[in-house]
Structures are given as C-alpha cells and as structure tokens.
C-alpha cells in the first residue's frame, strides 16, 4: 500500500481562497472532496497524512517527513469572466510520473462530465518540493455557476473524490507491474 499526503488547497481563516457567486468557499469545496478522499484510500489500505496549512513550505517538509509515495493537492479553479469551465491537473515538469498520475487522474474526473482543459507542466511550489509524485488538481470553476453548484453538492463531491481515487489506483496498478 502507498504512504498518500492530501492537500486540501488554501486554509479555513487565513486564506479561503475563491469565492463563488453564492458565497461557496473553495477551502470547504477542498476539505470536503479531501476528507471523501481520504476516507476511500483508507478503506483500500493506504497510509494517508491529511496536511492543510497556509504555509507551502511546510506542507511539503510535513509531506516530505510522512514520506509520501503520492502528494494529492486539492484545488478549486476561478476565472474573471464565468463562462471558464472545466478541470486540470498541475504536475512537475521534472516527474514522468507525475504526469502518468496527473493524466490518470485529469482522465477520471473529464469522465464525469468537465471540459477537459489537460494536464499542466508548471512549477507550482507543492509539485516542485513535495518529494513524492506530486500533482494539484483544479476540479472545477467557482466563478462558473453551473460548476459552483456542482463543487457544492455532496454528491458531486463524492464523484470528485471517487474520480481522484480512481486515478491514484490506476497509477498504482501501472507502476506495480
């Protein structure tokens, strides 16, 4: 079984990050896909360290020290204008294996029905300095209202977090053989 650090994007007080037209939080968005998540990696045996903090550098030195295989971030997108939609996953540009995760799982969650605006070679800091495979994954748009009402439902939240979860096994399954 693999040692998962989940990251739910942003903090409760001190940075909620986006905020939908109703008034939805992206940090509650995170935390709630994050502890669905969570819940479904345990029941298959994963060792999971759940990290929210404000601080990157700390997310990654908690992650690092946990000794993570996977590093999962957890993010809600926005735009100026609400007619952007759809989800992406962020990954290393160094990692070929964050990229087989990042696409395994981008694939999962366009299955559900999004855009598919593709995986992203960046250098966001929780990809560059988590040790382990790392990916941030934007699930949706907040400031696109058919998709605020999506990350605010419960039952697409459990679709996220089945998505993400889908994508992680396959990655597994892949690079056990």
């Known amino acids: 079984m693999a040692r998962i650090t989940i990251n739910p994007g942003h903090h409760v007080e001190l940075d909620c990050g986006a905020v939908g037209s109703t008034g939805l939080r992206e940090v509650d ?3 709630a896909v994050a502890r ?3 819940q479904l990696l345990l029941e298959f045996g994963h060792e999971i360290h759940y990290v929210q903090s404000n601080d990157l550098q700390e997310i ?3 992650s690092n020290s946990f000794g993570a295989n996977l590093f999962v971030s957890i993010h809600c997108n926005a735009a100026t204008h609400d007619e952007a939609h759809g989800t992406e996953t962020y990954y290393c540009a160094v990692s070929a294996n964050g990229e087989h995760l990042a696409a395994l799982i981008q694939e999962q969650i366009v299955a559900l029905g999004l855009a598919d605006r593709g995986i992203k070679n960046t250098g966001l800091y929780v990809t560059r300095h988590a040790n382990a495979t790392a990916v941030l994954v934007e699930l949706a748009f907040l400031s696109n209202p058919t998709e605020e009402f999506m ?3 419960e039952n697409w939240q459990n679709q996220f977090a089945k998505a993400i979860y889908q994508g992680i096994n396959e990655y597994l399954e892949a690079v056990a053989c």
């Open 60 to 62: 990654c030195d908690l």
């Open 36 to 38: 669905k998540l969570e």
């Open 29 to 31: 968005v995170n935390i």
């Open 151 to 153: 990350l605010g439902n």
